[in-house]
């Protein structure tokens, strides 16, 4: 299968600081990634779809200042942690995806603390 | 509307035993995609199995199958001679027809018992 780098892996950070976690794909190209955010023992949230080239697409209730996507290359997208507070603290994954009706390969995960 | 609705929010199983995953789905579209992961205690997701909504078979992938009864809206995942390994959060999903979103169910967490 193809392969989705996710790091870092684990983060601590102050609160107040901005945390940035990239998410690679290794052998394909994504023209779209999507950003979850996961909650313990709850199932993946969609924060947004980013496509390559233009702006990331959030969903309702996500803060796109707080949040910031960026999607620069086919391979790499970022989602930054702007202003991080203890309430940001949680489980980020991304995904990537070829195509529609085609399986989407995750990244191993983020998991962020926010002190 | 609950789009994915997996009903079991744990399973208890003996090892060596078949355990079904349960996941029903609400869509309008004629053409979609099933998906099913898991995501182990270390937080990835894996991917299990496929099935296409045009898919005539049942999709088989080792000791994972897919039992996807489409008029009554069912994909139910089914672990022949469960593991340890097999400990997880079980996910249900569903992508509809030109959209690359998918659509999660809540998750059902399968304790593999020795």
């Known amino acids: 299968g193809a392969v989705v780098s996710q790091h870092p892996s684990r983060v601590i950070c102050k609160s107040g600081t901005s945390v940035k976690i990239e998410c690679r794909s290794l052998d394909f190209q994504a023209t779209t990634m999507f950003w979850y955010r996961q909650f313990p023992k709850k199932s993946l949230m969609l924060m947004a779809t980013s496509n390559e080239g233009s702006k990331a697409t959030y969903e309702q209730g996500v803060e796109k200042d707080k949040f910031l996507i960026n999607h620069a290359s086919l391979t790499l997208s970022t989602l930054t942690v702007t202003s991080a507070h203890p309430e940001d603290s949680s489980f980020y994954i991304c995904?990537?995806?070829?195509?529609?009706?085609?399986?989407?390969?995750f990244g191993q995960g983020t998991r962020l603390t926010v002190v | 509307a609950q789009k994915i609705t997996q009903t079991q929010p744990g399973m208890f199983v003996q090892e060596k035993e078949a355990v079904t995953l349960d996941c029903t789905y609400d869509?309008?579209?004629?053409?979609?995609?099933l998906f099913w992961y898991k995501q182990p205690s270390s937080g990835e997701m894996i991917f299990l199995i496929y099935?296409?909504?045009?898919d005539e078979q049942n999709a088989t992938e080792g000791r994972y199958s897919l039992n996807f009864q489409k008029a009554r809206k069912s994909a139910n995942l089914v672990i022949s001679a469960s593991q340890l390994g097999d400990s997880a959060m079980y996910f249900c999903?569903?992508?509809?027809?030109?959209?690359?979103?998918?659509?999660w169910g809540a998750g059902t967490k399968l304790i593999i018992k020795p």
């Open positions: 869509t309008s579209d004629q053409s979609y995609g």
């Open positions: 099935q296409g909504s045009y």
């Open positions: 999903a569903m992508r509809e027809r030109y959209n690359y979103q998918l659509i």
């Open positions: 995904s990537a995806a070829r195509g529609v009706n085609t399986e989407a390969f």
